[in-house]
């Protein structure tokens, strides 16, 4: 773990940082299942006087992304939305999940899009469900930007006790990432 916690230091410190941290930001709000919160916090705790860039960054990337995945959801959905939607365990659940929308959609959004639960599932069903786009756009940055801010405004506020936590237990951060993911996924299959 010390030689992947080297690593993604020395990631956050390199010129290449923000198209990193802004790739997975965007694919992780289309089909990626790893948050770019594994990467935004070492980059955060490497360059604290860039974390409102990087906050930025995961932001619009994580909006470009969920377009993407509202495309998916609206064009492509006989193909890769269907397959998404029922390796996500929603499959059967598509019309409670219709009827939800339309009285619930706008609040399912900005809840889900703060959540460990995986944003490309709201994104792929926005578009299914034809929600409409520049609400959900809005809605969107809405979300992720307050997720992605707070974070970035904890981990300056908190920075040397967090990069010391997370040098001497990089192990259990990416545990807890993992676990977070899995349980977003798990509650996420349940809802409906």
Known sequence: MKKLYDWTMSLAASPHAAWALGAIAFAESSFFPVPPDVILVPMTLAQPKKAWLYASICTVASVAGGALGYAIGALFYDTIGQWLISLYGYGSKLESLRQFYAEWGALFILVKGFTPIPYKLVTIVSGLLAYNFPLFICL??????????????????????????????FGIFIGVMILIVVAGFALAAKMF
């Open 140 to 169: 969107s940055f809405i979300t992720r930007g307050a997720r992605f801010f707070i974070l970035t405004v904890a981990i300056n506020h908190f920075g040397d006790a967090v990069r010391e936590k997370l040098e001497s237990h």
